[in-house]
């Protein structure tokens, strides 16, 4: 069974679509996180979230947010796609209180 | 400066060769830290943690010094497939599960 999955792994679009990246993890984890990781293969987280809070990095433009439906979930919106916001996003989740990341297999976004 | 800084590589080296990698942090609040590896295309993953103490897990051996800030990961009796990019970890501060990565270090193991 995968811990955390993402679907879609491929996703390819125009500039200006509305798209989302669905992340569900099966791990009974408390908080999850989107990373964005981009040609030069920077890591860089965007959101943390568990039940109480959201922590949202300054530097990611609003078009991006997150959605939790319940704790098992953390799905990414993203508004007015552009071509800077190609990248490989990853998913990931811990347990409250530890700090081990799990990460899912990442979406490989691509705007044309 | 960049708040984890690792030489990006790419290093080379035979099979069974002994390599080192050095990672430097700036934040001096951080309370944790870890050496995680990703695959060509593939997620991020733990590799281990980096106690104060030092620690080993079988040819890997990390150690931390708090003092200069410093992390490092040696690997003995490389193997083809330690290939892969390491990536240094460290939490943004005590009671923090924010992690901040280093941009990694590519290491390729050569027959």
């Known amino acids: 069974d995968t811990a955390v999955s993402q679907t879609p792994k491929y996703l390819v679009t125009q500039m200006g679509n509305d798209k989302s990246i669905k992340c569900e993890q099966n791990l009974g984890h408390d908080t999850m996180y989107w990373y964005k990781q981009d040609s030069k293969k920077f890591l860089k987280i965007m959101f943390s979230?568990?039940?109480?809070?959201?922590?949202i990095n300054e530097t990611v433009p609003n078009r991006f947010s997150p959605k939790s439906p319940d704790k098992a979930h953390l799905n990414l919106h993203i508004n007015s796609l552009e071509l800077g916001d190609s990248a490989v996003y990853f998913c990931a989740s811990s347990q409250l209180g530890q700090e081990t990341q799990y990460f899912g297999p990442g979406t490989r976004l691509l705007v044309l | 400066r960049k708040e984890v800084e690792q030489d990006p590589g790419p290093f080379n080296v035979p099979e069974g060769a002994t390599v080192a990698f050095n990672c430097t942090y700036s934040?001096?609040?951080?309370?944790?830290f870890f050496w995680y590896r990703q695959d060509c295309r593939k997620e991020p993953k733990l590799l281990m943690s980096v106690y104060s103490s030092g620690n080993e897990d079988g040819r890997f051996t990390a150690q931390l010094n708090r003092a200069s800030q410093y992390i490092s990961l040696l690997i003995r009796d490389s193997k083809l497939s330690d290939s892969a990019t390491y990536l240094c970890?460290?939490?943004?501060?005590?009671?923090?599960?924010?992690?901040?990565f280093g941009k990694g270090t590519k290491l390729s193991v050569i027959p």
């Open positions: 979230y568990n039940n109480k809070e959201l922590i």
């Open positions: 934040n001096s609040a951080s309370q944790s």
């Open positions: 970890v460290v939490n943004s501060g005590a009671g923090s599960y924010q992690l901040t």
